[in-house]
Every structure is written in C-alpha cells, then in structure tokens.
C-alpha cells in the first residue's frame, strides 16, 4: 500500500510543461511595465520602439498560458506603470502627462484622463473609492475613472516616485526621490498621516505584500529596505547586491510564498528574496542581460515576468519550491516504508518463534 502511496506521488508531479527561462518576442522594441491578470490569464506590457530616439509606442496583450502575444495597440504618449482594476480586468496605463483606459470587455482603449503633468507611478484602489492615483511631478493625485477627472491632489515637495496601495486599511506610500524617506497618505482624502524614515536614499521603487503587511522598497543602490507597514517603521535594511556599483530597481511581491522579487542593475539579473529575511534565494538571469525595466508575478501559474530589450523574459518562480517538496514527500515515505519492512520482518520472525515453541522445537 506505501508503495502504492510512493508511485502516486511521483506521479501525480507536474510535468515539465516548458523550458524555463521563456522568451517573449517583442519587436524591436524595449518593454517596460508589465501587469499580469491572474484570473483572466492574461498580462499586459507596454513599450517604447527600441530605436533611439523612440519612434513608436505600443501595448501588447499576452496570452500567459501560451506565452504568445494575442494582440498589439499603439499608444499616444510616453509609456509608463501601469495598474489593474482586479475586478473587471481594466488596465490603466500611465503616459506622459494622461492615463490611458484599456478597456478588457472590449479589448481596446476606451478613453483618458489628462493629469498634465509627467507621471512617475500609478495604482488602482479597487475596494474603497475606486480611484486611480497617480505619482506626477508635482505631487500625488487622485483621478476618477469614471468621469475621468482629477479628483484630489496634493503636493510633494520632495518628488513622488515610488507608490504602493494599501487599499484593505486605505493608505497609500509614496517615496520621494529627494529625501530618505517615504509618505503615508490617507488614501480617501490625500491627508499625510505619516513619514517612515530611510537609512538609505532614496527608495526608488515600492511594493507591498497586503498580507503580512510588509512593505519594500529598492532604493538605487545594493539595499532593499523592509518596513512594517501596519506600524509605518522601519524593520530592516538588507544588501541584496554587495557588488560596487550595482542597485536594486523594480520590484514585484509574491504574497502567496512570501517572495520578493527585485531587478538589479546593471546586468539582466532578478534576484529572488525571502519576503521574511530578504535573504537572496536565488539569481535568475535574463537571457540578453539588459537591464530589467519591469516585474510582475502570476500567482496562479507560478510565473515571474521581467520586461528587457526586445523581450519579456518568464521563469518559473515554483520550480525550486515544488522539487523541494517532492524530496522531501519520497524521503518520508521511503522512511515510512523502512518502518513498515522492518515491524512486517520482526512480526514474521515472532510468529515463527512462536510456532517453533509451540511444537516444542524452540
């Protein structure tokens, strides 16, 4: 029966469906933001013509179950982040100085919203005010899809760059490029209701995991800094990149395992980081080695997106997780199946010594 069990198991692993690292073509192009839409399986990249200076800008739809591009838009302006709107599969793309709507019922653009100013970052509050915020270069803003107006705005005298949402609590972190030290916002109304300190300046890039309340930021140099969100402080400043010379920009969260995914330049390299320790896992490569622009992470599929020259390079963030927990499934059962040999042979020489007693030969 234990064997029974052990074949199953082994069985029952996935198959190598494909060879990881894959390569998504691009054009000749050079991809920078990268959302994925889980529950639709499909990601969304937009990019910037890779002749200098850019003669063309485009929004590509990937299918992340094919890995093949399903569609390709033109864009107006600049590309810049994006955000999804979780709910209906929206896509809000930051140009230079509007956020353009992509529409995912029609599978095209449906409008924009002029902001006037360059924008830095973007987010999508999906479950309080259903607002669109918006790092410019003046400020934070806050912008209403649906009549596609500026709803509220405040000033950063510092510079807004980096942005992450916490749309469960309402907050909203903004770093600034001039100053160590990233903003806490009441996300209903653009109040300050906080500033978190830096040791290091100054945070590029932020992403939040919303389940352990973890908040990240790159910072432009070899360090990734880990803040309690929920007690808006700084819990640890970890180097990721002891290499002179190099530091950590985009970053993406994996809050189904707890991982953190961090760009570092230069050089095509994503390192892998418990969301815990920030301790470097592993250092996954991207195959032209430029300079990785974007990240994001399919939590369905177990995918890792990294948007790079010409390409949108995706590896297999379970791959080391999955054949860990295999070893350690047939460990323990060829252990349990050691056990059971050895009670049925000790079991079998007892009822012969018994027998054997019984007939008066022992």
């Not at 074949?7 to 996935?14: C, D, R």
């Not at 927990?325 to 010594?353: G, H, N, Q, S, Y």
Request: net charge negative; glycine share 8%.
């Amino acid at each position: 029966m234990v064997l029974v069990i052990l074949l199953a198991i082994l069985v029952a692993q996935p198959a190598e469906a494909a060879t990881y690292p894959i390569t998504v073509g691009f054009g000749r192009s050079w991809p920078l933001s990268i959302v994925v839409d889980s529950s639709r399986g499909l990601a969304y990249a937009d990019a910037t013509s890779g002749i200098e200076p850019p003669t063309g800008f485009t929004f590509g739809v990937i299918n992340v179950t094919s890995h093949q591009i399903s569609e390709v838009l033109p864009l107006d302006e600049i590309p810049g982040p994006m955000a999804l709107d979780q709910s209906n599969g929206d896509v809000f793309v930051a140009g230079n100085y509007s956020v353009d709507v992509f529409d995912a019922a029609t599978q095209n653009f449906s409008g924009s919203i002029e902001v006037g100013h360059p924008i830095l970052n973007i987010a999508y509050d999906g479950n309080i005010s259903n607002d669109i915020y918006v790092a410019a270069e003046d400020g934070v803003y806050a912008l209403n899809p649906q009549t596609s107006s500026i709803v509220l705005n405040r000033t950063v005298a510092g510079g807004p760059e980096g942005m992450a949402l916490d749309s469960a609590n309402g907050r909203l972190f903004v770093s600034e490029y001039l100053a160590p030290a990233i903003l806490v916002f009441q996300a209903s109304n653009l109040e300050p209701i906080g500033t978190i300190a830096l040791p290091n300046c100054c945070a590029s890039w932020l992403a939040l995991n919303p389940k352990t309340q973890t908040l990240y930021a790159s910072t432009g140099t070899g360090y990734v800094d880990m803040i309690d969100a929920e007690n808006s402080s700084l819990d640890k400043s970890v180097l990721v990149t002891p290499s002179a010379g190099n530091s950590t920009n985009a970053i993406a969260v994996d809050d189904v395992n707890d991982r953190l995914y961090v760009a570092s330049s230069p050089g095509g390299s994503v390192l892998e980081l418990d969301g815990s320790t920030g301790a470097v896992l592993r250092t996954l490569k991207v195959q032209s080695d430029s300079q990785v622009a974007g990240l994001a992470v399919d939590t369905s599929t177990q995918e890792v997106y990294a948007t790079n020259y010409h390409m949108i390079t995706v590896f297999d963030a379970a791959k080391t997780r999955t054949y860990l927990v295999v070893i350690v499934l047939a460990a323990a059962t060829v252990a349990v199946v050691a056990i059971l040999l050895f009670l049925f042979l000790r079991r079998r020489d007892e009822k012969d010594r018994m027998r054997m007693q019984s007939t008066g030969l022992g």
